[in-house]
């Protein structure tokens, strides 16, 4: 049922028997590499919830993770899962409703964004308040963009909390984050699916994550005509611009925002995936959802969960690999 994509025979990407792996970043020198996959959890808003799914279901088969990197929402999903703290955010994730969003969205007019995002951060200081990377008991890298330069910023140590709303601040929806000296907003602007960052960290087997596999058309080049035929003929008509239609018109300002930033994700996904594609793609169909429809973590987490199991077999077997 679930496509994926397997990577093979590229001595170019892996790390051999020659050479000795380098140390990953912020472990001790000399400390022995573990023997686990790299998660690269893409961004995709509500979709995301899929990645509580994917984790649940590696855990239960016993697949050992070696390290996550994680853009967007895969940053707050892998961050809370290496600081302990998944049971927490997937009961939250749960519990939300279309008026639970509306309340803890805090409406910020002539800000840097929509939303600025307080009443958020007031929730993971709950659980995560004072937790650093250097708490985490294995590596984890946030990714985010310098919004005055275009970087692509990797943020692997300081503040948990800081480095997770920094690759989730979704341009125009949510406020910026100032972090010494730079600017940064969502990292799907730059990295949507960070396989690249796991590659850096010479992880022998990478699995992605992408939540936008099903999204078809969104590549597409149509040829189309301003101009509206006249009904029973083949003449053009004049036809006053009245607008937007009544149903692109419900979109309201953030769909428009978020719809225009999933286009931009996706195309960005494609180029980079197929510049460095990961061990093994783990892909979800998820298009039916939407970016913004948080409140549908239940069907979110069951198909992050059943698209895991359906590559089990693949997963072990690229386990052995390691072994």
């Excluded at 919830?49 to 088969?61: C, M, S």
């Excluded at 169909?285 to 198909?303: N, V």
Aim: with cysteine.
């Amino acid at each position: 049922m679930l496509e994926w994509a397997s990577l093979r025979g590229r001595q170019d990407m892996r790390v051999t028997d020659t050479f000795p792996p380098a140390p990953v970043a912020g472990e001790p020198e000399g400390k022995p590499r573990r023997r686990g996959i790299a998660l690269a959890l893409g961004g995709g808003a509500a979709r995301g919830w899929a990645h509580i799914g994917v984790l649940r279901a590696l855990d239960e088969a016993g697949i050992e993770i070696d390290m996550i990197a994680g853009t967007s929402i895969g940053a707050l999903v892998g961050g809370c899962y290496l600081a302990g703290k998944l049971d927490e955010l997937e009961e939250f994730a749960r519990s939300l409703t279309k008026r639970r969003m509306f309340g803890l969205l805090d409406l910020h007019i002539g800000g840097s964004g929509l939303f600025g995002g307080m009443k958020l951060d007031a929730r993971m200081q709950q659980h995560l308040n004072g937790t650093t990377f250097a708490d985490l008991d294995k590596p984890l890298v946030c990714v985010a963009a310098e919004i005055r330069t275009g970087h692509e910023i990797w943020l692997s140590s300081g503040s948990l909390i800081t480095a997770m709303r920094a690759s989730y601040a979704l341009p125009g929806v949510f406020e910026p984050v100032a972090c010494n000296g730079r600017v940064l907003v969502d990292g799907a602007l730059v990295n949507p699916v960070p396989v690249s960052v796991c590659r850096a960290h010479e992880q022998q087997v990478v699995v992605a994550v992408n939540l936008h596999y099903d999204l078809f058309g969104r590549a597409a080049v149509i040829k189309h005509s301003a101009d509206i035929m006249d009904a029973g003929t083949a003449e053009p008509k004049l036809v006053v611009d009245r607008g937007p239609s009544e149903r692109d018109a419900r979109l309201g300002i953030m769909g428009v925002m978020v719809e225009a930033f999933n286009i931009i994700q996706d195309r960005i996904s494609r180029a980079r995936l197929a510049g460095d594609p990961p061990d093994l793609s783990l892909q979800p169909k998820l298009g039916h959802i939407g970016l913004s429809e948080f409140h549908r973590a239940d069907e979110a987490i069951k198909l992050g969960y059943e698209a895991t199991r359906a590559n089990l077999n693949e997963l072990k077997r690229l386990q052995t690999v390691l072994a």
